[in-house]
C-alpha cells in the first residue's frame, strides 16, 4: 500500500522540484531582461533631459520598446521646437537690429497705452533713456491722448489701416514734438498690440 503511495508522492515532489526550479530560471531571465531593457533607456531619457541626440538601443521587452519609441518622439519634438525658436529667435534679432537703426522713433504700445517697446531714435529723440520709456505709458507723452481715443484707433486699425493722423508728443524737457503717424495693430499670443512709427514733422510745419 505505501510503495506506490511514496512513489506518488516522490513524482511529485520531483515535479515540483522541476516546476521551481524552471520559476527561478525564468524570473532570472525576465529580471535580466528587464534590467537590461532600463539600462538601454536611461542614456536616451538622460540625452532627453539634457537635449542632447538620443540613440535607443536593442531593447528586450516590448514595453520598453514601445516607452523607447515615445521618447524618441519625445526628443524629436522637442527638435522641432528648438528650432521653430531658433527661427522666432533670429527673427527677433533681425527685427530688433533694424529697429534699432531706425532713422524714424517706433514705438509698440498695448491697448492699455503701455509703452512696451521703443527704439533708440525715440529715446533720443524725447529724451528719455530706454528704461525709462517702458516704465511710462503712451498718455505721459501725448498729453491729449485719452485711453478713449487710443481704444476707437485700436478698433479702427483691426478692421483697415487708418491714414496717418497727426499728434505732438512732449519730450522730458518739456519741448513739444509735431509728429505725423502711422500705426498697425497685431495679434500676439491673444493679445493685440499697436505698432506706432511717429515721424518727426516739425521741419515741415515751420516751412508752411
Known sequence: VFGPLWRQLGYLGAAAGALFVAGLLLARS????ISDSMQALIAPATALGQGTPVVIGAVQMSEAAEVGAAIERAAALLQQRDLALRAQQDELLQFKFFSEHANEMLLLLDQ???IRYANRMAAERLGYDNAELLSMTLFQIDLPATPERLD??????RHA???AFERVYRCKDGAQIAVEITATVLEHKGEWL???APRDISERLRAE
Open 112 to 114: 492699455q497705452g503701455n
Open 152 to 157: 476707437a484707433v485700436f478698433m479702427q486699425c
Open 30 to 33: 525576465m529580471s535580466r531582461q
Open 161 to 163: 489701416q487708418p491714414p
Open 194 to 196: 499697436m505698432h506706432v
